[in-house]
């Protein structure tokens, strides 16, 4: 009798767990066939025809890293994102929520959030783009580039995702159904295609032509455009521009082996300044700093300060709406008026 109802429980186990692990294997699946599908797009109907050696260079490279990171992961036993979600779906600002479809609906767009919020961050902070560089150091971009991501900034993104399943308590379905939209997504922007009504499609969601500039040379360009499903957070936080790159990878940096980017990924190389971009940004930022002290009263001790917030402000100004869409041309009226106050500030 104990024998077979345990040959039931395992039995019931068993069939219990058949649909995950099917609904993960079904995943895994998707991503193969879609990686697939893109690179036959890309070598029949590329948007831009690319160097074969260099593309067979940065998918060989690509897809052993991929291979090495799933390896690294399975060796360490990191806790899967959805073992977290099994312990913590019913806890978490979500768990309230009675209607499933509405709620698996806000777990998809609040990972999004997440995600873009993370990407930010990797662009904001040195210590994340030490890592993060990685995935920006490709040349050519190409489905593959998706899987181009160092280890240390998996492990870091995973402990964020896990960290916001916690506090939001999505569950299972939700975080599977969101890593495979994102990666599907991921593979699709990264892909070296084009179509028509692709901007129309941008308006919602982010494509090939809006991505591409997240990986110029110019880091006032590649400091945009994070988002990973929607652009909506793009525009909603006024990160978004939409133009064609001149080039695309890191100034200065080579195609790299295998070996030689996971060596890339730790090695020191803080981001450039931004200003460097635009010479014409110096004396602006330097005017803007002199009233800043001239608001205090010339007290000394905040000079650091005053031009840190002068260079942020005219950077943002430089960049945003239509002036980064005009290649980083200055409003010649905000200039105008400044001088104008200048000069009357001098005069009085």
Known sequence: ??????????????????PMITSFDLAGFTLL?????????????PRKKLPKSNLKNSYRVNITLLLFNS????????????????HFSGAGILSGMSDSLIKAALSLIVLDLVFYLWHKAC???????????????EP??????????????????TLIKA?????FGFDKASVLA???????FVMFHHAN???SREKDLGYLFITPYLHRVHHSTVRAEHDRNYGAVFSIWDRLFGTLIELEPKQIGLNSQPPLTFFKLLKFGVTSEPKANPVGDIPEAMPMIAEAAYFRAEKRGFEPGNEMLDWLEAEREVVRNAYAGNAIKKRFRFDIGTLLKLSLKNNGAMQS
Do not use: C, G, P
């Not at 050519?140 to 993104?157: D, G, P």
């Open 1 to 18: 009798m104990t024998q077979t109802m345990n040959a039931s429980m395992n039995l019931f186990e068993a069939i219990a767990s058949w």
């Open 33 to 45: 066939m879609f990686f697939i599908i893109l690179s036959a797009i890309e070598a029949h109907r």
């Open 71 to 86: 390896l690294v992961l399975s060796l360490l036993s990191v806790s899967s994102l959805l073992v977290v979600a099994e």
């Open 123 to 137: 662009h904001d902070f040195d210590v994340l783009w030490l890592f993060h560089k990685v995935h920006h150091s």
């Open 140 to 157: 050519y971009l190409n489905a593959s580039t998706a899987y181009r991501v160092h280890i240390l900034e998996i492990l870091a993104a």
């Open 163 to 167: 960290l916001s399943i916690v506090i």
């Open 178 to 184: 969101y890593e495979l939209l994102m990666m599907l």
């Open 193 to 195: 295609i084009a179509f």
